[in-house]
Structure formats: structure tokens, C-alpha cells
């Protein structure tokens, strides 16, 4: 199970590995606004105990990075991160990263996030993604008796989604799956439970066609192994290779005596234009144990009512800290107040004496006294005394807020951001 949990399977909540959470606080720390080296972000990742290598770091975080790779990228990249063609990224050393805007866009709560039962282990069990993440992007994890293979949706979908099981408390359809930069069509076989990923071609003449997109998975390289095998087979006359910067496109030039006998079906099978994928929902719940799913709608499902109550603590949590808040102010305002007045007197007077009188004059606590006396004197004024009063307004509509809001109402403000 070590290796189920610690390395190969995602968590359900924020969709990341480990490897790929510890690249991304290391980001979050080195990193967030300017760009760092790979190599160095990934370098020092052992100091926040990760064990298994900074290769494995560094190329996780390339794989973060590359925007043909992930729906939400949540690092990005500056230098070369792959394409569809050629999916290899450049050197760690040449490459460089930082915090992509999108986790403060999708992710929220970072002060509920849970702490690691291993306490050498500085980040947290899992970020608190709106939506869930490991959805979004899709991944692919083998473990000794456990395999996943989750295909990526759109956040859009995601989003809605969200909103209609938070609305009705269901879900009426699948989401279809998408993949990043990918113009072909996915498909759901229902008989045999499986998608079905298909590209895209276009007939110029009777003997000529351009296939515009192959199936997501292959590269320029491995699709064009499929060409030479159908040239070397005598299957049609040559192709052109005319891929660039806006994708795939491969030229075919066919035989005019059997040009007839190329129907859609047959382009489509002999050009492998069409590619069956299984999914396997298989993740880590909140609690650390393995899940399996059949459908992405119960995964969704039960990631909102988890984050349901992740709302619940916000809602807690920030009522605790607006009362805090309040207290304080009316605090800080009560020591001015008696010095003002003459209450609280410092002159030829001992900081334990002072203590004493602040301890008598206001609501302070014992603890509250060596804050209050770090006030700048420049504070101890009238004019703080109305400037305090009127933070306290704000303090108290914060808590009138925070008592009238639901999880669910936090929950729809949260998604209105991520569109």
C-alpha cells in the first residue's frame, strides 16, 4: 500500500501524487511570482521529505507545466515543456517554472488544508481544489494490484456539473471527455464501456487526403511509423509530412486504382484515426483509503459533499476569527481610551504596574498586554479612537455575514470565480 498511497495513485480531492504536490509547494515557496529553474525547484524538495529522487521531481514538475499535457495547469512554464508532436520537455536545467495563476484561481482554503500524519513531511495531505482537479487534468498511475487511468474533462463541464448535483442533487449526464489541444472527437461505447478517441481527415481529390488530427496519445514520431508501415505495405503511393506549429497534417496520396475502395471506414481503420480507451477511476479519498469508481458522476459527488464540509469549517473558522477581531478592536480602543483619560498612567511607573492597570481599566487579557503596549505612541489618539469604532462596524457586518451565509452559497461564490 506504500506505494498505492505514496507514489502511484492520485488523490481524489486535489488530483495530484505526491511528487507532483511537493513540486508544487516548493514552488509555492521558492517560486510563486518569478520563475526558478526546474532542476532547482525539484533540487531542493528532499529538504521537505520527499525520498524518491529529483528526477523524478523535476519531470513530474515538467509535466505540470506542459499545457498539452493539463486542462488546469496549476505551474507555469518558460522555455520548452513538449507539444503533441514532440512531447519531450527540454533539459531541467534549461526550463523554468513558477506558481501558474490558475491555483489561486481553483484552489481555496489553504489555511484548512489538512496537515501529513508524517511529520517530516511539510506539505499537506491535499490542497482544496473548487472543482475536482483530478478530473480535469486525468492521470495515469500502476501499483502492485492497482492501476488508474483517468481521462481529462473539461473544467467548464466540471464547473457545471458542481453546480447542477449543489442545485438538484443529481447529475443527469456523463461528462464528455476532453483532451488538452486536441481537436478530434471522443466518443462513448456504452456496450463496451469504453471512449473512443478519433481524429480527423479531410478527402482533397480521389486520390488525395490530409488527416488535420490523430488520436490523442500519439506523437509525430509514433504516428508516423503508421504511415511508413502503410507506404512499406504498398497501401498508398507516399505522404507528406506537413505538421507545424498548429498541429498535425499529414498529406496522403493514394492509388488511383483502388482510390475507390478507400471508404471512411477504411481511412479511419487502416489510418488508425480511431483508438479505444478504457478509464479507471481508481484515487485516494480525503481519508487515505483507495476508492474505486465506475462513474465520474459519483466521484464528483462525493468530492461535493466533502467540500461541503471543508465550507462548513470556512464558515466556522472565519467566524472565530471575525470575533477575535471584534474583541481586539474593542480592546486596543479601551486602552486608548484610558490613557486618554488618564486611567492608565506611565510615567515613573513600572512595566508590571502598567500591566496591572491596563489588566483594571480594560477587557484586555493577560496575554493582550505586551501587544498593547507595543502600540506606536503616535496611536494614542481621538482620531484612532473613531477609526477603531469604525473597523469594529466592519468587524460585526463580517460577522452578520458569515452567520447568514451556508456552505452551499460559498460553494456557488467559490464556482462564479473559475469562470
Known amino acids: 500500500m ?37 532542476s532547482a525547484v525539484a533540487g531542493i524538495i528532499s529538504d521537505y521529505g520527499y525520498n524518491h529522487g529529483e528526477a523524478s521531481a523535476a519531470g513530474a514538475g515538467q509535466l505540470m507545466a506542459a499545457t498539452w499535457n493539463n486542462n488546469v495547469c496549476l505551474v507555469e512554464g518558460r522555455g520548452s515543456f513538449g507539444t503533441r508532436l514532440v512531447q519531450e520537455p527540454g533539459a531541467a536545467r534549461y526550463v523554468y517554472t513558477r506558481v501558474h495563476n490558475n491555483f489561486e484561481k481553483y484552489v481555496k482554503d489553504m489555511d484548512l488544508s489538512p496537515v501529513h500524519n508524517d511529520p517530516e513531511h511539510e506539505p499537506p495531505s491535499y490542497y482544496l481544489p473548487v472543482i475536482p482537479l483530478v478530473l480535469a487534468n486525468g492521470t495515469k498511475g500502476i501499483a502492485t494490484g492497482f492501476a488508474t487511468n483517468i481521462l481529462p474533462r473539461s473544467p467548464n463541464d466540471l464547473s457545471r456539473a458542481v453546480r447542477e448535483y449543489l442545485l438538484n442533487g443529481n447529475i443527469a449526464n456523463r461528462l464528455p471527455v476532453s483532451f488538452p489541444e486536441f481537436s478530434g472527437s471522443v466518443t462513448y461505447d456504452i456496450e463496451n464501456k469504453r471512449f473512443i478517441v478519433n481524429g480527423t481527415f479531410k478527402r482533397n481529390s480521389k486520390t488525395v487526403l490530409t488527416i488535420t488530427e490523430v488520436p490523442y496519445g500519439y506523437d509525430r514520431e509514433s504516428y508516423v511509423k503508421v504511415l511508413n508501415r502503410l507506404e512499406d505495405d504498398n497501401d498508398i503511393v507516399s505522404y507528406e509530412d506537413k505538421c507545424d506549429k498548429q498541429g498535425f497534417k499529414f498529406e496522403i496520396k493514394l492509388k488511383l486504382a483502388s482510390a475507390n475502395a478507400w471508404t471512411d471506414e477504411r481511412i479511419v481503420r487502416k489510418f488508425k484515426l480511431s483508438k479505444p480507451l478504457s478509464e479507471n477511476l481508481t484515487v485516494i479519498d480525503q481519508n487515505g483509503k483507495l476508492r474505486e469508481y465506475d462513474d465520474e458522476r459519483d466521484l464528483i459527488k462525493d468530492f461535493c459533499e466533502f467540500r461541503m464540509s471543508v465550507l462548513q469549517k470556512r464558515i466556522e473558522l472565519r467566524l472565530v476569527e471575525a470575533a477575535e477581531e471584534i474583541r481586539w478592536l474593542k480592546v486596543k480602543m479601551e486602552f486608548i481610551q484610558a490613557i486618554l483619560n488618564d486611567k492608565i498612567i506611565f510615567k515613573d511607573r513600572k512595566k508590571k504596574d502598567v500591566g496591572n492597570q491596563i489588566l483594571e481599566n480594560t477587557s484586555a487579557t493577560s496575554d493582550d498586554v505586551d501587544r498593547l503596549l507595543r502600540i506606536n505612541i503616535m496611536s494614542l489618539t481621538n482620531e484612532m479612537v473613531r477609526d477603531l469604532s469604525k473597523d469594529i462596524v466592519k468587524a460585526e457586518k463580517d460577522v452578520r455575514y458569515w452567520t447568514a451565509t451556508t456552505p452551499k452559497k460559498q460553494f456557488m461564490l467559490d464556482l462564479e470565480e473559475i469562470q
Open 2 to 38: 506504500y506505494t498505492v498511497e505514496s507514489r502511484a495513485i492520485p488523490n481524489m480531492i486535489d488530483g495530484l501524487k505526491p511528487v507532483q504536490r511537493f513540486y508544487l509547494y516548493s514552488s509555492l515557496l521558492n517560486s510563486k511570482r518569478d520563475f526558478k529553474k526546474v
